[in-house]
C-alpha cells in the first residue's frame, strides 16, 4: 500500500504544545484540512472555533475540525502531542512509563483506522516515545519522525547568534543525542557562514552555552509550567520539510541502523527530510570526545528503552 500524499493533518493532543502547533499551522498555512483529537472534547472544540475564526486573515483557505481517530485513515501527517506532561522538577526521562501505556492505545487506534502516512512524534521522553510508536505502528523507520533535537539545536543557534550579534538563522550548528540532559553541542561544526565559532570561544563560555542549552526547558518550565511556543515552531519546520518535499536536513528524532556505531535507538541526529519521511541520516565526523559523549547518550535512552518497552 502507497504512503498516503496530500496534505492533511491529524493532531492528537491539543494541551499547550499541540494547540500552539495547530495555531502555527494555520498562520503559515501549511495544510488543506486540520483535525484536532483530545480526549478533553470541550477544550479541543473550543479551541477549533477559536482557529476557525482566524482563517480569514490566514495566507490560504482551511478546513479546521474537531475528530476521532477514524480521520487518520486518510492524513498524510499524523502529529502526536498527547501524553503525560512534565512537572516542575521532573525529567523528560521520569515520564517514560506513563507515556508508554498512553502510546500504545493511541498509535493502535491510528493503524487500526487505515492510517499509512507519516507519525510525527512530539510528546516527552521524544526519542523513547518515537521509537514506541516506531514498533507499536509496525510501518517502515523513516516514517517516524521524533521532534528530536530540532529544538535543542535552536536554543544552541540562538544563544550563539546573541554571542556574535548574528542572526540565528546565519548560525549553523547542531544539539544531538537525547532530547534531555546527556545531549550536548557539536562545536566542531559549529559555525557562522562558514566560519568556525568554537575557537573563538573559551572553554568555560563553551560550556555555559551548553548548560543553557540543556536547562532551558527546566528554567520555562519553572517560570510558567510548560515550554510550547518553541517546540511547536520547530514540529511546523518539519511538517513544511515533509509536505513540501524540501530535501531539508533537520535534527530530528531517527531510528539509527549502524550510523555512527550504533543501532535500535532513536535519537537526535541530523537527518534528511523529503516527502517519505527520513532519507537518511547524515553522518558527521564527530571527534573523540563528541563521540564518547553520543554513545553516553545513546546509552541512556539504551537503559530506559529496555526496561520501558
Known amino acids: 500500500m502507497n504512503l498516503t500524499l496530500g496534505n492533511k493533518i491529524v493532531l492528537v493532543g491539543n494541551g499547550a504544545v499541540g494547540s500552539s502547533y ?19 472534547e470541550e477544550k479541543a472544540k473550543g479551541d477549533v472555533m477559536d482557529l476557525n475564526h482566524g482563517i480569514a486573515y490566514a495566507p490560504t483557505a482551511m478546513t479546521i475540525r474537531y475528530g476521532s481517530y477514524k480521520d487518520c485513515k486518510d492524513a498524510a501527517l499524523v502529529v502526536i502531542c498527547a501524553g503525560a506532561a512534565q512537572k516542575p522538577g521532573e525529567t523528560r526521562l521520569d515520564l517514560v512509563n506513563k507515556n ?28 523513547i516515545l518515537s521509537y514506541a510508536t516506531w514498533k507499536f505502528s509496525g510501518l517502515p523507520k523513516e516514517r517516524v519522525i521524533g521532534s528530536g533535537t530540532i529544538l535543542d539545536s535552536a536554543r544552541f543557534r540562538y544563544l550563539l547568534g546573541k554571542e556574535f550579534d548574528t542572526a540565528a538563522v546565519s548560525v549553523h550548528g547542531y544539539i544531538i543525542g537525547e532530547h534531555g540532559d546527556s545531549q550536548f553541542p557539536v562545536w566542531s561544526f559549529a559555525n557562522i557562514a562558514g566560519t568556525p565559532v568554537a575557537e573563538r570561544l573559551t572553554e568555560e563560555r563553551k560550556e555555559e552555552i551548553a548548560v543553557q542549552v540543556r536547562d532551558a526547558a527546566y528554567e520555562i518550565i519553572n517560570a510558567k509550567g510548560a515550554t510550547y511556543y518553541g517546540i511547536a515552531m520547530g514540529l511546523v519546520r518539519i511538517t513544511k520539510a515533509i509536505l513540501r518535499n524540501e530535501n531539508v ?9 549502524g550510523e555512527y556505531g550504533h543501532s535500535d535507538v532513536f535519537v537526535g541526529i541530523p537527518s534528511l527530510i523529503t516527502r517519505n519521511g527520513v532519507k537518511n541520516i547524515v553522518e558527521l565526523s564527530l571527534t573523540e570526545d563528541e563521540k564518547r559523549k553520543f554513545a553516553r547518550s545513546v546509552q541512556t535512552l539504551k537503559d530506559i528503552q529496555n526496561s520501558a518497552l
Open 22 to 40: 495547530a495555531y502555527d499551522l494555520l498562520n503559515q498555512g501549511l495544510c488543506d484540512e486540520l483535525i484536532i483529537i483530545d480526549v478533553n
Open 100 to 127: 508508554v501505556k498512553i502510546f500504545k492505545s493511541i498509535v493502535e487506534s491510528i493503524m487500526d483506522s487505515g492510517f499509512n502516512g507519516i507519525f510525527l512524534v512530539a510528546a516527552n521522553p521524544v526519542d
Open 249 to 257: 536536513v533537520l535534527p530530528v528524532g531517527a531510528l539509527l541502523e
